[in-house]
C-alpha cells in the first residue's frame, strides 16, 4: 500500500502499533487518532485482515481498537460508552486486555472506587 502523501507523525504512531501487532509484541491496540486518517487505517487493517472497532472519541477523533478477533469481540460487549464513563471494573478489564502493568490498574481501580464512595457518600448527603 502506498503511503507517500499520508505520512504525518500521528500515522508513524498508527502503523507502529500495527507492526507491533503483526509482530506479537501486542494482542490488541487501543490508538486514538484524528478523524481525517480514519479511512487510511480501515484500508490498512482491512488488507492485513486485522479485526477492529472504532468508537467516536471526541469531535475530530475516535478511538480505534484492533488486535485479535476475540479480543475485538469482548471490546465490543464491554465499551458501549465513552471510555471516561466506564465503571471501575469494565476500566480495569480493559487496562488488563491492552497489557497494561496490572499493578498499576489495581492501583488505579482502588483509586476509582474511593472516588466513587466519597461521590456516593457526598450524593447522599445532598438527597437527605
Given at each position: 500500500m502506498k503511503t507517500a502523501n499520508i505520512n504525518p507523525v500521528e500515522l508513524k504512531v498508527f502503523l507502529n502499533h500495527v507492526y507491533e501487532f503483526k509482530k506479537g509484541v501486542r494482542q490488541m491496540v487501543l490508538y486514538t487518532m484524528n478523524k481525517k486518517y480514519?479511512?487510511?487505517?480501515?484500508?490498512?487493517?482491512?488488507?492485513?485482515?486485522?479485526?477492529?472497532?472504532?468508537?467516536?472519541?471526541?469531535?475530530?477523533?475516535?478511538?480505534?481498537?484492533?488486535?485479535?478477533?476475540?479480543?475485538?469481540?469482548?471490546?465490543?460487549?464491554?465499551?458501549?460508552?465513552?471510555?471516561?464513563?466506564?465503571?471501575?471494573?469494565k476500566d480495569f478489564i480493559l487496562g488488563a486486555m491492552l497489557g497494561y502493568n496490572i499493578c498499576d490498574q489495581c492501583k488505579r481501580y482502588c483509586n476509582q472506587m474511593e472516588k466513587a464512595t466519597v461521590k456516593q457518600k457526598v450524593d447522599n448527603t445532598i438527597a437527605s
Amino acid at each position: 500500500m502506498k503511503t507517500a502523501n499520508i505520512n504525518p507523525v500521528e500515522l508513524k504512531v498508527f502503523l507502529n502499533h500495527v507492526y507491533e501487532f503483526k509482530k506479537g509484541v501486542r494482542q490488541m491496540v487501543l490508538y486514538t487518532m484524528n478523524k481525517k486518517y480514519e479511512d487510511f487505517a480501515i484500508r490498512r487493517l482491512n488488507s492485513q485482515g486485522i479485526a477492529y472497532l472504532i468508537q467516536p472519541a471526541g469531535r475530530n477523533s475516535v478511538n480505534l481498537f484492533f488486535g485479535k478477533s476475540e479480543c475485538i469481540e469482548v471490546i465490543k460487549h464491554l465499551v458501549n460508552c465513552p471510555l471516561y464513563e466506564l465503571s471501575p471494573e469494565k476500566d480495569f478489564i480493559l487496562g488488563a486486555m491492552l497489557g497494561y502493568n496490572i499493578c498499576d490498574q489495581c492501583k488505579r481501580y482502588c483509586n476509582q472506587m474511593e472516588k466513587a464512595t466519597v461521590k456516593q457518600k457526598v450524593d447522599n448527603t445532598i438527597a437527605s
